[in-house]
Every structure is written in structure tokens, then in C-alpha cells.
T-cell receptor, first 115, second 115 residues
């Protein structure tokens, strides 16, 4: 079974702090994704990475950055946390496919509260 | 650009009753289609997927979905709902043409099961 783990289930940070959210997958997937989930808005893609040191912006990258130094690990960084970044953050991974459906496998999520 | 609409934000059904959750997509050709479920406080779990062939797809936990090209729909069904099915359900669409293997998610339908 694919396993995607996230470093924390719950996190409370203060406004202005630098925050690191870590994600690790154990199935040698090339693609990794960071989403935020808010009530009524579903999942919105923040960033994704298709290879080590490669990244692309998603739909809502403002205020976030990412790092992928190793294939299995993808980090989301909030450079200066703000209260509007209070949310559930979900990490996912998938294989690169040239054909066929590209299902994503999700971690349990990190609920971040910024006070 | 692809998009997904889940018109029902909340649905309540009685245990043992049948269930249908609606999903409509916008895409120029036949996309890859997915249904995910999220139990409270958890990440997303894949229920089923469609990319070609038989338009009626069977998934886990007794769920099925039917792809209807003429209606641009991929509705999720279950003949008899169990109390443990209470969760949030997300429909997602992916492009067969590449697009970085990204998925676009709907805003979700919250299912409540009355005992």
C-alpha cells in the first residue's frame, strides 16, 4: 500500500512565524502535491512537484513556497504565517503516467491554526 | 480548462436507503474521473476511477459510478447506505492530455446518515 505521511496532524503557530509542513511518501512516486482544504471551497492546489528540485505553481501559491530535495519528501513553507492561512493542508503523491488515470494518494492532513 | 461541479453541498439519507451523489464536469473530451471519500479528520481515499471502457464502474465499499458522456456527468451511487458512509465525498477530473498529472476537485458533498 502507498503510504503518505505528514509530519504533524495539528499545528498552532503565531502570525509572522515561518512554518514548515513536511510530507513523505514511500512508493517512489515522481509527482507530489500540496493542497489546502477549506469548507465550501474543496481542495485547492498550492504547488506541485514532478521531480526532485522541480516545482510548479498551482492555483493559490501566494504566501507559500516549496522544497523537494529528495524524491520521497516534499515540504511546504509558509514564509510568514498569517491568520488567513489557517486551514487543513493535504499532501498527495502519484506516479507519472503517459496514459491511464493518474490517481493521487493522500496523507492524513495537517490542521494548521495561525493565531 | 477543466472544472468539476458538485451541486449538492449537503445530503441526508436514512440508513439502508439508496444514495446518489451528483458530479458534472467540463472538459473538451473524455477526461479521467475519480471519486474520493474523506472521513472526519482524515485524508482522502480513492473510491473508484474511470478512464475508458464500461461506463459503469465498481469501486470499494459497495460504491459504483456511471459515466454519461451526453450529460457530462459521473454520479456516485450506493444501493444501501450504512452509518459508516457518513463522510465528505469529492469528485475529481484529470486530463488525458498531460497537464502535469494534476487533478481538479469539486467542492465536495457532505453526507449525513440518519439511523
Amino acid at each position: 500500500d502507498v503510504k503518505v505521511t505528514q509530519s504533524s496532524r495539528y499545528l498552532v503557530k503565531r502570525t509572522g512565524e515561518k512554518v514548515f509542513l513536511e510530507c513523505v511518501q514511500d512508493m517512489d512516486h515522481e509527482n507530489m502535491f500540496w493542497y489546502r482544504q477549506d469548507p465550501g471551497l474543496g481542495l485547492r492546489l498550492i504547488y506541485f512537484s514532478y521531480d526532485v528540485k522541480m516545482k510548479e505553481k498551482g492555483d493559490i501559491p501566494e504566501g507559500y513556497s516549496v522544497s523537494r530535495e529528495k524524491k520521497e519528501r516534499f515540504s511546504l513553507i509558509l514564509e510568514s504565517a498569517s491568520t488567513n492561512q489557517t486551514s487543513m493542508y493535504l499532501c498527495a503523491s502519484s506516479l507519472v503516467r503517459t496514459s491511464g488515470p493518474r490517481e493521487q494518494y493522500f496523507g492524513p492532513g495537517t490542521r494548521l491554526t495561525v493565531t | 480548462a477543466q472544472s468539476v461541479t458538485q451541486p449538492d453541498i449537503h445530503i441526508t439519507v436514512s440508513e439502508g436507503a439508496s444514495l446518489e451523489l451528483r458530479c458534472n464536469y467540463s472538459y473538451g473530451a473524455t477526461p479521467y474521473l475519480f471519486w474520493y471519500v474523506q472521513s472526519p479528520g482524515q485524508g482522502l481515499q480513492l473510491l473508484l476511477k474511470y478512464f475508458s471502457g464500461d461506463t459503469l464502474v465498481q469501486g470499494i465499499k459497495g460504491f459504483e459510478a456511471e459515466f454519461k458522456r451526453s450529460q457530462s456527468s459521473f454520479n456516485l451511487r450506493k444501493p444501501s447506505v450504512h452509518w459508516s458512509d457518513a463522510a465528505e465525498y469529492f469528485c475529481a477530473v484529470g486530463s488525458p492530455l498531460g497537464g502535469g498529472n494534476k487533478l481538479t476537485f469539486g467542492t465536495g458533498t457532505q453526507l449525513k446518515v440518519e439511523l
